[in-house]
């Protein structure tokens, strides 16, 4: 068994997913910080992906850019997985951490973000005609990063393939159900605080008036 850099975990779980997430569980590698990082390259790749995609492929590009969309679509969105993922697999007596979890999701998002940088590339490049070669590469990364992220849920809970893709759904379901309820507690804050600024300016209003 060769000794790797973090980095160099990092490459071996991508290019060799089915020994690469084994041994990194094993040898209890990964790193937090890298993890962290390639988190906030997700979030650039949607970033460059909406508003430096040449013209041509754009359907996208708005004049006035919001922010807030992307980071939901990114890092929220992210750290929903993570978290629903570790409580569905802590029923299912799932041994991975929400660690342990972070780390191996942001490892397989990995060809997704590079594979999304080279798209903008090409759409800068290239004419109409040739937008098969865009679309090639974005369903590369994304069914490259499918595949990392299958191998490394079945090997951060050491599941059969099987419960591993019933893990995955119910991961789905858990995301939608911790947005849905993350949703409906800011609309009752919102509500709140409409209430209460409410009362605060009558109140105002009387003691001045």
Same mark, same amino acid.
């Given at each position: ?6 980095? %160099?975990?990092?490459? @071996? +779980?991508?290019? @060799?997913? /089915? ?9 209890? !590698? ?18 460059? $992906? ?21 980071? /939901? ?8 997985? /993570? ?5 569905? +697999? ?5 041994? %991975?951490?929400?660690?342990?979890? +972070?780390?191996?999701?942001? &490892? ?17 490049? =290239?004419? !109409? $005609? ?8 974005? &369903?590369? %990364? ?14 951060? @809970? ?6 591993? =893709? ?24 919102? !509500? ?7 009362? &605060? ?9």
């Amino acid at each position: 068994m060769y000794e790797f850099t973090p980095v %160099g975990w990092l490459k @071996h +779980c991508v290019f @060799h997913p /089915v020994e690469g997430f084994e041994d990194l569980r094993w040898k209890k !590698q990964g790193s937090i910080k890298i993890s962290m990082i390639i988190v906030l390259f997700l979030f650039i790749a949607m970033v460059v $992906d909406r508003q430096l995609t040449g013209f041509q492929f754009n359907e996208s590009y708005v004049k006035v850019f919001n922010v807030v969309p992307l980071i /939901v679509q990114s890092v929220v969105y992210f750290f929903t997985w /993570v978290l629903g993922n570790w409580a569905i +697999c802590t029923l299912l007596d799932g041994e %991975g951490t929400l660690k342990k979890i +972070c780390i191996y999701s942001a &490892y397989s998002l990995v060809p997704y973000i590079v594979c999304t940088f080279i798209a903008v590339i090409f759409s800068n490049v =290239l004419v !109409q $005609d040739e937008s098969i070669w865009i679309t090639a590469i974005q &369903y590369l %990364g994304i069914g490259w990063s499918v595949i990392l992220m299958v191998q490394a849920m079945r090997a951060v @809970h050491q599941y059969s393939f099987g419960k591993t =893709l019933a893990s995955i759904i119910g991961t789905v379901i858990a995301m939608l159900l911790i947005l849905f309820l993350a949703i409906l507690l800011l609309s009752l804050f919102q !509500q709140v605080y409409v209430f209460g600024y409410s009362v &605060y300016t009558e109140i105002m209003y009387r003691i001045r008036g």
